[in-house]
Protein backbone atom coordinates (compact mmCIF):
# COMPACT_ATOMS: atom_id res chain seq x y z
CA UNK A 1 0.00 0.00 0.00
CA UNK A 2 1.42 3.71 -1.05
CA UNK A 3 -1.44 5.65 -0.65
CA UNK A 4 -4.52 6.04 1.24
CA UNK A 5 -8.25 7.75 0.20
CA UNK A 6 -11.13 7.87 2.55
CA UNK A 7 -13.71 9.89 4.50
CA UNK A 8 -11.75 12.05 7.58
CA UNK A 9 -13.99 10.41 9.91
CA UNK A 10 -11.53 7.85 9.26
CA UNK A 11 -8.83 9.42 9.34
CA UNK A 12 -9.44 10.36 12.61
CA UNK A 13 -10.26 7.40 13.94
CA UNK A 14 -6.75 5.78 12.18
CA UNK A 15 -4.95 8.44 13.94
CA UNK A 16 -6.65 8.41 17.58
CA UNK A 17 -5.34 4.75 17.17
CA UNK A 18 -1.88 4.88 15.95
CA UNK A 19 -0.98 7.49 18.85
CA UNK A 20 -3.24 5.96 21.51
CA UNK A 21 -1.18 4.19 24.69
CA UNK A 22 -1.46 0.87 23.02
CA UNK A 23 0.67 1.82 19.87
CA UNK A 24 2.35 4.80 21.03
CA UNK A 25 5.18 3.11 19.64
CA UNK A 26 4.33 3.03 16.53
CA UNK A 27 3.06 6.10 15.97
CA UNK A 28 2.54 7.90 12.51
CA UNK A 29 5.10 5.71 10.92
CA UNK A 30 2.65 3.92 8.88
CA UNK A 31 0.98 6.54 7.55
CA UNK A 32 4.49 8.79 6.78
CA UNK A 33 5.57 5.55 4.11
CA UNK A 34 2.64 6.56 2.33
CA UNK A 35 3.14 8.61 -0.73
CA UNK A 36 -0.14 10.41 -0.06
CA UNK A 37 -3.32 10.63 1.75
CA UNK A 38 -6.08 12.33 0.12
CA UNK A 39 -9.45 13.03 1.98
CA UNK A 40 -13.32 13.39 0.77
CA UNK A 41 -16.90 13.39 1.80
CA UNK A 42 -16.27 16.08 4.60
CA UNK A 43 -13.81 18.73 5.52
CA UNK A 44 -10.97 17.58 7.72
CA UNK A 45 -10.60 18.94 11.08
CA UNK A 46 -7.99 21.06 11.36
CA UNK A 47 -5.99 19.31 13.97
CA UNK A 48 -6.14 16.24 12.28
CA UNK A 49 -5.02 17.85 8.82
CA UNK A 50 -2.17 19.82 11.09
CA UNK A 51 -0.80 16.83 12.60
CA UNK A 52 -0.75 15.24 9.60
CA UNK A 53 1.49 18.20 7.65
CA UNK A 54 3.60 19.11 10.39
CA UNK A 55 4.64 15.10 10.58
CA UNK A 56 5.59 15.57 6.55
CA UNK A 57 2.72 13.68 5.38
CA UNK A 58 1.31 14.42 1.99
CA UNK A 59 -2.05 15.53 2.64
CA UNK A 60 -4.49 16.44 -0.19
CA UNK A 61 -8.75 16.74 -0.55
CA UNK A 62 -10.50 15.60 -3.51
CA UNK A 63 -13.91 16.67 -4.63
CA UNK A 64 -16.02 14.06 -6.85
CA UNK A 65 -14.03 10.98 -5.76
CA UNK A 66 -16.91 8.21 -6.70
CA UNK A 67 -15.75 9.73 -10.01
CA UNK A 68 -12.68 8.66 -10.44
CA UNK A 69 -12.86 5.03 -9.91
CA UNK A 70 -11.76 3.61 -12.77
CA UNK A 71 -14.45 1.65 -13.84
CA UNK A 72 -15.94 1.75 -17.26
CA UNK A 73 -19.38 1.30 -18.68
CA UNK A 74 -19.75 -2.01 -20.54
Do not use: W
Not at 30 to 39: S, T, V
Not at 49 to 69: F, H, K, P, W
Request: charged share 20%.
Amino acid sequence: IDSLITVPSLLEALIRELTSEKYRHIGLKPLQRLRFIMYGGAGCPEDICRMLVDNEIVLSSVYGATGVTGSSPL
